[in-house]
C-alpha cells in the first residue's frame, strides 16, 4: 500500500518533447534545404556573371573557375555594339510584349464568355481550350510550315523568316494556357458580383471591364508573367521559322551567332544570356507585390 | 404606385418544378416577406422578380407593367444579396454610386443622394473605406445602401441578413424595419427563419415545395394557420402535433389523445368539429404556451392533467418542459418557479381556447 501511494505521489512527466524544441528543430530544417536550394539555384547565374568579366585567354586557361583574375568588360561592350545583339534584343522585345497584349485580349474576353455566358457547349468548348495546351509544340511546327506554304501560294503573303510572324505563332502556346487560369480566376468571382452589376445596369462590356477585370487582377498579372515567360524564352518556333541574322530573337540569335562551328565564344555567350534573362527577372519583381496582394479580400463574407 | 403582380408563375430547371404556379398581390409601399424552408422556391421568386432567372410561366408586373422580358436594369428594382456582392475595388461611395455612374446621373445629384442614403443608414464615416475594411454589419449597410441611392420602385432582399452573428442579426432586422418606415419602398423581403418573417412583415408568405401555403398578417398565421405545415412553421418552438380522436359521447365532443387522456372541446368550436368526430388521421395542434403548470384559478376551455417530466430546459425567463403522450414528445412552457424536474411527476394545465384539429391526410387546418 505504501508503495502504491508513492508512486502514485510523483506524477511521471513523460517525454513528449516541448513545442518551442519542435518548432527550433523544424526551422533549421527549413533554413537547411532553404540555402541548399538558393546555392543550386543560384549557381549558374552567378556562374555566368563571372564568366562575363574574364577574357577570352582566362576562361580557357586552368585556372581557378569561380575568381576573376583579371576583370575586363570587353564582352560586354564587344557584344553591344559589334554584333546583331541589340537587334535580337529588340525583336525579342517588341514579339513579347505584341504577344503579351494580343493574348490577354483575346484570353481575358475568351475566359470571361467561357466562365459566365452559359451558352451551349460552353463547358465542353472550355475543356476543349485546355486540351489545345497539352499538344507539344514539337508536333506542331510541320503542320505550320504546311500551313504557311498555302498561304504563300493562295495569298501571297510570305511568313517565312520574318520575326513579326512569331507574333502570330506564340499565342498558339500562350492563349489557352491563359484562358485556362482566366477561366479559373473569374470562376472564383462570386455570381452575386456580376448580378449586382447586372441590377445596376452595367452591360456585359462593362460588367468585364468595370468589375472583373480589377477584382481578377492578381491572376491577369499571373497570366501576363506567364505569357512573357513563354514568349521571351521560345526557342524552337524562332529557330525553325526565322534564319536571316536581323529577324532572330533572343535565345535563337545568340547561340547562332556566337557559336561558330565548334568555337564557343563563352564570354560573350555568357554575357548575352545574362543580359537576356535581365527583363523577366525585373517584370517579375515589379509585378510581385501585385499578385500577392489578394484583391478579391472583402468582396462577401469573410 | 408599385405593386408587384405575380400570376401563375412557374419556373422550371430542365424537369424540375421549382415554382409551381404561384399567384401573388404585393401592394405598394408593402413590406412582404417570403418564408420557407430551403429549396421551397422562394429565393427563385425573388431572382424571377428580380429578371435574373427567366420565367418558364406566367407574367410578373411591376407597377402595372408586365416585365418578363425586360432585362433587371430596366426593370427599376434594387436588390440586397446574402453575401452583400460589394465591389471588392471600389471604396463604398463607389460601390453606392456605382449604379447611378452608369445611368449617366449628374455628379451633384449622385453626390447628393449617396450623402443622404448614407446619412440614413450612419455610414458618413465609411464612405472611403473598400470593403475589406468593413465589418459584416457595416457591409449589410453599404450593400443596403447600394440599393437606396438608386431610388427603386422595388427593394429585393435576398436573405440579407443570414452571414450576420446571431445578436448583428437582431440588431440589423431593426436597422432594416427602420429604413423601411423612412423610405416606404415596396419590399420583397426572403427570408427561412420565421422570427424574421414575423418581425420585418406587414405580410407574410410561407412557401413550401414550389407552392404558396398561406399568405398573411403575422398574427393570422400564428393563430389562425391554415395548414399543418404553416402551423408548424411558424412560431419557435414549434407547435405540438397530437394524433387524435374525436369522440361524440352524451351529448359532448370531446379529444382522445390517450386512454387516461381526453379533453372536451370548446364550446364554440363543437359545431365546426362536430362532423369529423370518428374519423382517422385527425391531429391536435397545441402551442407549447398553451401547455402549462396548473395556477389556482380555473379559466374556461383550461384543463389539469398530470404528467410525467421527461427532460426540462430552463431558459431564465420560462422553462421547457418535454413528456410524451403515446409515442409523440410534447413541449410544453412553464414558470421557471413552477417546480419542473426531469423524472418528476407534475401537474399541467393545457388551454384549449387556442386548440387547432387538423385533418393529417390532407394537411388543412379544420
Known sequence: ?302 | MAQVTLRKIVKKYDEVLAVRGIDLDIVDKEFLVLVGPSGCGKSTTLRMIAGLEEISGGDIAIGGHVVNDVPPKDRDIAMVFQNYALYPHMNVYENMSFGLKLKKTPKDEIDKRVKQAAGILDITELLDRKPKQLSGGQRQRVAMGRAIVRDPKVFLFDEPLSNLDAKLRVQMRTEIKKVHQKVRTTTVYVTHDQIEAMTLADRVVVMNAGLIEQVGTPNDLYHSPATKFVAGFIGSPAMNFIPCQLEQAAGALRVRLSDKLSFPVPSDRTARYASHAGKANLVLGLRPEHIAETRPHTEANQHDFDMMIDVDEPMGMETLIYFTIGRTDICGRVNPNAGAASGKEMKLRADLSNMHLIDDGTGKVL
Open chain 1, 1 to 302: 500500500m505504501a508503495d502504491a501511494a508513492i508512486t502514485a505521489g510523483t506524477v511521471a512527466r513523460p517525454n513528449y518533447g516541448s513545442m518551442s524544441r519542435d518548432r527550433r528543430w523544424a526551422l533549421r530544417w527549413s533554413y537547411f534545404f532553404l540555402v541548399l536550394f538558393a546555392i543550386f539555384f543560384l549557381m549558374p547565374p552567378i556562374y555566368m556573371l563571372i564568366t562575363s568579366l574574364k577574357t577570352s585567354q582566362e576562361i580557357s586557361a586552368a585556372g581557378n573557375p569561380w575568381w576573376i583574375y583579371d576583370p575586363t568588360l570587353e564582352n560586354y561592350i564587344e557584344l553591344l555594339t559589334q554584333n546583331h545583339y541589340l537587334t535580337f534584343f529588340r525583336n525579342s522585345a517588341i514579339v513579347s510584349v505584341c504577344v503579351v497584349a494580343l493574348t490577354m485580349l483575346i484570353s481575358v474576353i475568351a475566359a470571361f464568355a467561357l466562365a459566365r455566358m452559359k451558352f451551349w457547349g460552353s463547358a465542353t468548348l472550355a475543356t476543349g481550350v485546355f486540351l489545345t495546351y497539352l499538344i507539344p509544340e514539337t508536333l506542331l511546327f510541320i503542320p505550320l510550315f504546311k500551313m504557311f506554304a498555302w498561304v504563300n501560294e493562295t495569298l501571297g503573303i510570305q511568313l517565312m523568316n520574318h520575326w513579326w510572324t512569331l507574333i502570330i505563332l506564340y499565342p498558339t502556346l500562350t492563349v489557352p494556357f491563359c484562358t485556362w487560369i482566366m477561366i479559373g480566376y473569374f470562376a472564383s468571382i462570386p455570381k452575386e458580383l456580376d448580378e449586382a452589376a447586372l441590377i445596376d445596369g452595367a452591360t456585359w462590356t462593362q460588367t468585364l471591364t468595370k468589375i472583373f477585370i480589377p477584382v481578377a487582377l492578381p491572376g491577369i498579372i499571373a497570366a501576363t508573367i506567364f505569357a512573357f515567360t513563354v514568349s521571351w524564352a521560345q526557342f524552337l518556333y524562332p529557330l525553325a521559322f526565322t534564319t536571316s541574322a536581323t529577324e532572330l530573337v533572343l535565345p535563337v540569335g545568340i547561340i547562332t551567332t556566337l557559336i561558330k562551328g565548334d568555337v564557343f565564344n563563352w564570354g560573350q555567350i555568357m554575357t548575352g544570356a545574362l543580359l537576356g534573362a535581365a527583363p523577366p527577372l525585373v517584370i517579375y519583381a515589379f509585378l510581385m507585390d501585385y499578385y500577392i496582394a489578394g484583391l478579391t479580400a472583402g468582396a462577401t463574407k469573410g
